[in-house]
């Protein structure tokens, strides 16, 4: 029989596999280390359905975006109106639009033109909200009075009306190239949207700055920098991050909506809004020519809608 004071002493014990090891050694074979906040978050995801099809959803269409020829080898550009609205075939698959390009090539290499909006306008307003809404958390004071201001300003703005505006304001001092277009595009949207991530990442900074890590890394002198990026920054990210991944989606579907009313996007830019765009005056002889970018474009929203879901889930501890 095995001395129970001999286990709680630590005395040596025979592990399954047949080596002995110490009883704390034994203790931390079987339960491991105590994993952080990410880690447990990420095996929490991996057992999770819902991240796994999201996951896999956007991977393909990343993977679309970076290597579309490892999906097509038809040039995206070239139209023959001789086969214009023709209907998908086993030459193609999709069809053909009004000008006669084939649209799989289109949606393939329209992939990478709303990805890039999606991701840049997502960065550009993380940065500029968390970085505000970090600064409003943690100062107070006239500090995040005049920064809540402002951002009810942003607010009180509607979003396709505010988008109007810079476009088309833009567009009339002589910004007519593609690129110019699709940083303007980016420009607005992150414009528009930081005010958001703003009060997200203040109730964050708020709810970090209470913190007893945080009063005895000021009571050791810390200075306000090293408080702000080494303490409260890494422990105000977890609900940033949610937003940023179901934002992305929403910006996707923005640039669309953007390309649609004719200010967003335009020829000879492939993207996935250009193509809905194009298909509005022959939808209801050729509706292929929408069918299929609108598809591509609700799934890859709804993927990343479904992948914040799920980050949101396994970060939260009250909803496991």
């Known amino acids: 029989m095995t001395d129970p004071s001999t286990a709680a002493t630590g005395a040596a014990v025979t592990s399954t596999a047949g080596e002995f090891v110490t009883g704390a050694e034994h203790i931390e074979t079987k339960a491991g280390k105590p994993r952080s906040l990410a880690s447990d978050a990420w095996y929490d995801l991996r057992r999770r359905p819902l991240f796994i099809v999201s996951a896999a959803l956007i991977l393909l269409v990343l993977l679309m975006a970076a290597w579309p020829s490892l999906f097509t080898s038809v040039d995206p550009t070239y139209a023959d109106l001789g086969r214009s609205r023709d209907a998908p075939?086993?030459?193609?698959?999709?069809?053909?639009?009004?000008?006669?390009?084939?649209?799989?090539?289109?949606?393939?290499?329209?992939?990478?033109?709303?990805?890039?909006?999606?991701v840049v306008s997502t960065i550009l307003t993380v940065l500029i909200g968390g970085a505000l809404g970090l600064l409003a958390g943690f100062y107070g004071g006239w500090i995040d009075g005049l920064m809540s201001r402002i951002a009810d300003v942003f607010f009180g703005l509607p979003f396709v009306l505010g988008a109007i505006i810079i476009l088309s304001s833009f567009r009339a001092a002589g910004s007519t190239s593609a690129t110019e277009i699709m940083f303007l595009v980016i420009l607005s949207i992150s414009v528009l949207s930081w005010p958001v991530c703003m009060r997200i990442m203040r109730s964050a900074a708020i709810t970090a700055k209470q913190q007893d890590y945080v009063k005895a890394a000021r009571a050791l002198g810390a200075s306000s920098t090293r408080i702000i990026l080494r303490h409260m920054l890494p422990n105000a990210l977890?609900?940033?991050m949610v937003y940023a991944t179901i934002a992305l989606g929403a910006f996707i579907g923005i640039e669309a909506t953007l390309s649609f009313l004719g200010i967003g996007l335009r020829a000879p830019v492939v993207s996935w809004g250009v193509m809905i765009a194009d298909s509005r005056d022959v939808i209801r002889v050729a509706p292929h020519t929408l069918l299929f970018p609108a598809a591509f474009l609700t799934a890859t929203v709804l993927a990343f809608v479904m992948l914040g879901d799920a980050v949101r889930e396994a970060l939260d501890p009250k909803m496991r």
């Not at 075939?89 to 890039?116: C, H, K, L, P, T």
Request: net charge negative; aromatic share 16%; charged share 15%.
């Open 89 to 118: 075939s086993a030459e193609a698959w999709f069809g053909y639009d009004n000008q006669g390009a084939d649209i799989f090539a289109r949606v393939i290499y329209g992939a990478r033109a709303s990805i890039i909006v999606g």
């Open 238 to 240: 977890a609900p940033v």
